[in-house]
Each structure stands twice: as C-alpha cells, then as structure tokens.
C-alpha cells in the first residue's frame, strides 16, 4: 500500500506519515518547500513537492504510484481568510480533482468536528474555516467519484495519545482529542477502509481499532 499524504509538515501530518512508516506502508509527504523534506524523512517518509496553489493537472505527477491520498493540508491559524480558501477550499478540491485524474479510487478528508452543522458555525471565532471545509467535504461526497473517508476530529490536543476514541459524539462527551490519535486513526483507516463514511471523533473508551470496526458494521 502506497500513501500520499498532503500536508504531511502539519502536525497532523507529520504524525500520519509516522504511523503509516511504521505500520510498514511506503508513504510519501506532501510538501510546499524543500526545507521540509528533513521532518518528512525523520517520520520514515519520502517526501513529494505538491504544490497546492497550482492547478490540478501539475499535481497529478506527484500522484503517481499511490493507492491512497490523505488531505492533512490547513492553512494556519496564522493567515487571513483568503489562504482559508485558497488551502481548505480550493487546494482540497484540486487535490481531489488531481487524485481521480490520477486513477486514483481513495480519498481520506481530515475535516473537522462541527462542519457539517451550520448551526455551530456561528458561535465560532473560525467560521470561514468552517464554511471552507463544509464545501470541500460537500465535494468530495457529491462532485467526485472517489471512496472517501472524512474524518472529523474534535479539538486538537499535544497531549500524549491514548489510543481510545469515541464516535459521534454527543454533546455531554469529551470535545477534544490528541493529534496523535487523529493520526492513528486516520492510519488504521488507510489499512482498513471505511468507503463513503463520515467519521466524527474525539477521545474516549474504546480503543481505535474496535471503534473503527464498529464504524464498519453499522455501514
């Protein structure tokens, strides 16, 4: 299994190519500049120029060879609105765009708790980012072709991974969960799909691989 993760220098991303190396898959990170090669090396990756501000057609090249594509790109909570929907947005589209040009079946969306709901849109401080990954994951389900997975984590946490999740969440649950289990959990859905399901987690009591085969159940 060969995986091509874009955004492999973000947090999230460094933590998936490292999983994904040490679970055995070749996996390649997506990076904007050389200097990031190093970090993606140090994770057991091999790291790929892909260049989100470009057209889709230029990405395809870097799409070659790979089984699985996973979007970990975010623009930062340091850029204003505009890299929202130039990264978020219209980078996801085009990835996704690339990745079906390329042949390519599979498709993992790292998106967020809450997009899906308008409602909670508005009592956030980072509503643009919200409506920039409602429309990208709108897409990928209705505009493509692709057997995705969309996985919506709650609020991203440093904190040691515990290996443990909780699925759908209500709103009496814990709303946070480590970056590091983000990670694994997008890395044991790269070994074991879950095609056309929206996932939305945050730390639990269920350890990742049952969580997910209970996921795979109720499809």
């Given at each position: 299994?060969?995986?091509?993760?874009?955004?492999?220098?973000?947090?999230?991303?460094?933590?998936?190519?490292?999983?994904?190396?040490?679970n055995?898959?070749?996996?390649?990170?997506?990076?904007?500049?050389?200097?990031q090669?190093?970090?993606?090396?140090?994770?057991?990756?091999?790291?790929?120029?892909?260049?989100?501000?470009?057209?889709?057609?230029?990405?395809?090249?870097?799409?070659?060879?790979?089984?699985?594509?996973?979007?970990?790109a975010?623009?930062?909570?340091?850029?204003?609105?505009?890299m929202?929907?130039n990264?978020?947005?219209?980078g996801?589209?085009?990835?996704?765009?690339?990745?079906?040009?390329a042949?390519?079946?599979?498709?993992i969306?790292?998106?967020?708790?809450?997009?899906?709901?308008?409602?909670?849109?508005?009592?956030?401080?980072?509503?643009?980012?919200?409506v920039?990954?409602?429309?990208?994951?709108?897409?990928?389900?209705?505009?493509?072709?692709?057997?995705?997975?969309?996985?919506?984590?709650?609020?991203l946490?440093?904190?040691?991974?515990?290996?443990?999740?909780?699925?759908?969440?209500?709103?009496?649950?814990?709303?946070?969960?480590?970056?590091a289990?983000?990670?694994?959990?997008?890395?044991?859905v790269?070994?074991?799909?879950?095609?056309?399901q929206?996932?939305?987690?945050?730390?639990?009591?269920?350890?990742?691989?049952?969580?997910?085969?209970?996921?795979?159940?109720?499809?």
């Amino acid at each position: 299994m060969t995986t091509l993760v874009i955004g492999a220098h973000g947090q999230v991303g460094q933590h998936i190519v490292h999983d994904l190396a040490a679970n055995g898959e070749t996996v390649f990170g997506g990076i904007r500049n050389a200097e990031q090669a190093a970090s993606i090396d140090k994770q057991g990756g091999q790291a790929r120029m892909f260049d989100l501000m470009g057209t889709a057609d230029a990405m395809v090249p870097a799409m070659q060879g790979i089984d699985t594509v996973v979007f970990s790109a975010g623009s930062g909570g340091s850029t204003g609105d505009d890299m929202t929907l130039n990264i978020d947005l219209d980078g996801a589209v085009k990835a996704m765009i690339a990745t079906e040009k390329a042949g390519i079946k599979r498709f993992i969306m790292v998106s967020a708790m809450g997009t899906g709901n308008r409602e909670s849109w508005a009592k956030s401080s980072i509503r643009p980012y919200y409506v920039a990954k409602y429309y990208a994951d709108q897409w990928l389900q209705h505009r493509t072709d692709l057997a995705y997975t969309i996985v919506r984590p709650g609020i991203l946490t440093n904190d040691a991974p515990t290996g443990k999740l909780a699925l759908n969440p209500t709103k009496s649950d814990n709303r946070s969960i480590t970056r590091a289990d983000v990670a694994a959990t997008v890395a044991a859905v790269v070994a074991h799909p879950l095609p056309r399901q929206i996932i939305t987690l945050v730390n639990g009591e269920t350890p990742i691989d049952q969580a997910l085969s209970q996921a795979a159940v109720l499809q």
